[in-house]
């Protein structure tokens, strides 16, 4: 039995509601939410946006507190959401991000919430997030280098990245997570040194392919480091036993233990070793348009019906049809793979 059969079937045991999950054509069940809370940044990473930065949605066009918890709410009490992930842009830059944390957290069933972040302002909002119900963080640090994050941000702000883990993990955000994506000519060389960090500092480091996903449409396959570049390289100083897929689950990393464990290094290979075969996610941007994978090219509108209305279960019934539409892969190995016209900063990572 495929993962994704034997996901569908334990999912309609255990809900005894089938009629009411995200489901595709292809078996897959959404069971964990990306929401996107804004596009803006204060960051300039390069591989997510130019230098000057981009025209941020206006604030008419962003969902507000209300209309966010209200989506998040349908989601988990209506269409078997578990996981609810706040992302951006940097989501620290919404102004009522605690709020809607604790709002969400006491919805029932509870789901279970965690933030991606690149850290800036961790170390002031840790507390108060934790107080209001989120679970742990996933923070973005490509390097361990000052220089080097000024290169690749645009921005002095190395300093209060690593602030800002302590913080996360000091407070009970855990396990906190890191995620870093190298880049030739920058940090490519830092594998080894990140892991060796990650594993003295007790977070677990997750590297990430660089994806298609720049507004400046710069990205090109073959000056990417890849998965195996990555392995390669920390092979040299490390052992690394793979776990198995069960282990793994729907979960986008690939997982290896670090000397016999008990740490974990991951690899997201979004482009070179695909998972769309066990993806759960469900995704909805800033504006609130439902996405089904990161590199689709369509979205579903539910902000329009929201403000025009629409009651719980005709907002659920749009999720659900723009969740049975999803393809069976992103399409990025197709030769006619096109890259989304919005970058990473407008639909969430």
């Avoid at 069960?246 to 986008?252: F, H, L």
């Amino acid at each position: 039995m495929s993962y994704t059969s034997r996901t569908l079937r334990d999912r309609s045991g255990n809900r005894g509601r089938a009629a009411s999950m995200l489901l595709d054509t292809y078996g897959r069940v959404a069971t964990d939410l990306r929401v996107s809370l804004t596009d803006r940044c204060n960051l300039r990473c390069t591989y997510c946006m130019p230098e000057e930065g981009l025209q941020w949605l206006a604030k008419p066009d962003l969902l507000t507190d209300d209309e966010i918890v209200r989506l998040v709410r349908i989601a988990v009490t209506e269409l078997g959401i578990e996981e609810v992930r706040f992302t951006g842009g940097e989501p620290l830059l919404r102004p009522g991000l605690v709020g809607i944390v604790e709002r969400c957290a006491a919805l029932e069933p509870r789901p279970q919430m965690s933030l991606t972040t690149n850290g800036i302002g961790l170390e002031r909002t840790a507390t108060a997030l934790r107080e209001a119900g989120l679970d742990r963080v996933n923070v973005s640090l490509d390097t361990l280098r000052p220089d080097v994050f000024q290169r690749m941000t645009r921005r002095k702000r190395h300093g209060d990245v690593l602030r800002g883990l302590e913080a996360a993990r000091s407070t009970g955000l855990t396990p906190v997570k890191v995620n870093a994506v190298l880049m030739p000519g920058l940090n490519a060389d830092e594998a080894p040194d990140l892991l060796a960090w990650a594993v003295e500092e007790g977070y677990e480091l997750r590297f990430i392919e660089q994806m298609p996903l720049d507004a400046q449409h710069g990205w090109h396959r073959e000056g990417m480091v890849t998965a195996g570049d990555i392995l390669e390289s920390l092979r040299t100083r490390f052992t690394l036993t793979a776990e198995g897929e069960e282990e793994r689950g729907s979960a986008p990393a690939e997982r290896w233990v670090v000397d016999g464990g008990p740490h974990t290094v991951g690899v997201i290979a979004s482009v070179t070793r695909p998972f769309c075969h066990a993806c759960d996610r469900t995704r909805l941007t800033a504006d609130g348009q439902v996405r089904t994978c990161l590199f689709a090219s369509e979205e579903s509108d539910l902000r329009g019906a929201l403000r025009a209305g629409a009651a719980d279960e005709e907002i659920a019934r749009l999720w659900k049809l723009a969740m049975w539409g999803k393809k069976a892969g992103a399409g990025i190995d197709d030769p006619s793979f096109v890259q989304p016209s919005r970058p990473m900063s407008a639909i969430g990572g």
